[in-house]
């Protein structure tokens, strides 16, 4: 157990449809990021929030959106869901603003859309 | 996008034996971190060196980076079969507070 929580660890959804993933960051780590994994493009940085606040952005479609909550969990939304959105969500933690300090995964949530 | 980029993409070897994986990057980084996937699970951090630094050591592990040549590489000694797994490397230019991964070398450890 990596101290990082996401759920659910796996979803089945329809096309067209909403999900809502979270994340509960290791205890005393106020900086959350959520990546992509996908086979043909790989880890893909989506966004970063430290203490309640947007820090980075990546590549993350404007049919995504993300919020970290005043007790530091974070939930990923992603809607009108695409074929192509089918991927394993990974949430990930730090401590400070994490410039210096390594990740710490949780184990990822398999999202299949069909 | 991708930062970097792991070599080679697929690498077995036996029980025992030394693996070596090579990662190349395009900009200028703060660290360059090393982490390990089993198949379909969360990443594990393995080890940080700063740009500052020139090798580091953690066990079986042994990273060296080379600024000037924008590539780092990670040995692993002595390797096991519970070692197979996919390496990435993942940079961090200080800047942009995100973590860049590459695309990763898969290793096969045979008993």
């Known amino acids: 157990d990596s101290g990082v929580t996401q759920t659910p660890k796996h979803l089945i959804t329809a096309t067209g449809q909403r999900v809502t993933l979270r994340c509960s960051p290791r205890?005393?780590?106020?900086?959350v990021y959520w990546y992509q994994q996908s086979l043909d493009q790989g880890l893909q940085f989506l966004i970063q929030y430290y203490n309640g606040e947007e820090r980075a952005k990546g590549n993350i479609l404007e049919r995504f959106s993300a919020q970290q909550f005043p007790d530091l969990h974070s939930e990923l939304n992603l809607s009108s869901l695409e074929l192509g959105d089918s991927a394993l969500y990974f949430c990930a933690s730090s401590a400070g603003g994490g410039r210096g300090y390594g990740y710490t995964f949780g184990s990822g949530t398999r999202l299949t859309v069909v | 996008s991708q930062q970097g980029e792991e070599d080679p993409q697929a690498l077995s070897i036996q029980e025992g034996e030394n693996a070596t994986m090579n990662c190349s990057y395009k900009t200028s980084i703060n660290n360059l971190q090393w982490y390990r996937q089993n198949s379909g699970r969360g990443l594990v951090h393995l080890i940080l060196?700063?740009?500052?630094?020139r090798e580091k050591h953690s066990g079986r592990l042994r990273v060296t980076l080379d600024t000037s040549k924008k590539s780092s590489s990670l040995l692993i000694t002595a390797s096991r079969a519970a070692d197979t797994a996919s390496y990435f490397c993942a940079t961090d230019d200080g800047a942009t507070n995100k973590l860049i991964f590459g695309t990763g070398t898969l290793l096969a450890v045979q008993p």
């Open positions: 205890s005393g780590d106020l900086s």
């Open positions: 060196i700063r740009s500052n630094e």
